[in-house]
């Protein structure tokens, strides 16, 4: 049975957003402070947004922040999904389904098998999962090509191979996943040379796989460290709906805590830092032209 894309709040969120022509910035999240930080910018911003946590983060805090988190977001006066990034081990992703099952349900997942070697591989491990998330209602975003470079928590990938669009829509069909992160040129973390990013390849993509296609999925940028603003605006344009962002917000976040830790009152530090955070959410909304959308 095809996925209700109607009854999922990170599709519905992405719906109105390829409708509309503009992105969500799907910020990652390490604790309460980034959570309540975003929310506060989004409702400030009238955006929509996703907040992402890492497989570490749910394992560091356990399901009550899970639930916080969900609560948190889904309170909002704005649509905020919670979407878990980089679920890559056994033990990652069956801890999040396991969870969906006793009541805290994530909104969607990325089941990211990208690490196998063939295409064959990474389907066989994913489809299981990815069957079913989908019958416990979490959309599923997954990642075909491989992308070099790592994350928090995440395995550092040395060498990257392209999204070939004629197996990405095979492998979206086989898997029966919602979204799909490829790779045209994007790493995980640091730039070491200036981006070359194959804003063809995404835009063959979009027009093989994205909404509208027989298999209606949502293209997702991965690796958007040190992005200049004008390449997230051609990515948009080629379809590009979610935007995933991590240390732009996290830095001056953790940089104002170092420097202000030794000398001021703990909540008075705590504040300051999520007013950086804030700050970098409110850019992202208004370059992704999600402000005012919500």
Not at 120 to 129: D, G, L, Q, R, S
Not at 173 to 184: D, F, H, V
Not at 276 to 291: N, P
Request: hydrophobic letters at 40%; proline letters at 5%.
């Amino acid at each position: 049975m095809p996925f209700d894309h109607t009854n999922n709040r990170t599709l519905r969120i992405l719906h109105a957003a390829a409708a509309g022509g503009y992105a969500i910035n799907a910020q990652s999240c390490y604790d309460a402070q980034s959570v309540i930080a975003l929310v506060r910018a989004a409702e400030a911003s009238r955006s929509p947004a996703l907040c992402q946590l890492f497989p570490v983060t749910m394992a560091q805090f356990g399901k009550p922040f899970v639930q916080f988190c969900l609560d948190t977001c889904h309170a909002a006066s704005v649509p905020i999904a919670v979407h878990l990034d980089h679920a890559a081990s056994d033990e990652d992703i069956t801890r999040a389904l396991d969870w969906a099952e006793q009541g805290t349900a994530l909104d969607s997942i990325m089941i990211d098998c990208s690490h196998f070697d063939t295409d064959e591989e990474n389907i066989n491990m994913a489809k299981p999962y990815v069957e079913r998330a989908n019958r416990l209602g979490l959309a599923v975003e997954v990642e075909l090509g491989r992308l070099a470079g790592g994350e928090a928590g995440v395995r550092v990938i040395d060498e990257g191979m392209l999204t070939k669009p004629d197996k990405a829509e095979r492998f979206l069909t086989e898997l029966g996943a919602q979204m799909l992160a490829p790779s045209i040129g994007n790493i995980h973390g640091r730039y070491i040379n200036p981006p070359a990013f194959h804003l063809d390849l995404l835009e063959k993509l979009q027009s093989t796989v994205g909404p509208g296609t027989s298999s209606n999925a949502y293209l997702v940028l991965h690796g958007t460290d040190d992005l200049p603003d004008s390449l997230f605006t051609d990515c948009i344009k080629r379809g590009a709906y979610k935007i995933n962002v991590n240390s732009w917000a996290r830095d001056p976040q953790v940089e104002y805590w170092a420097k202000h830790l030794s000398g001021g009152a703990l909540p008075e530090v705590y504040e300051g830092g999520m007013v950086e955070f804030e700050k970098v959410c409110k850019r992202f909304f208004d370059l992704f032209g999600s402000a005012g959308k919500a």
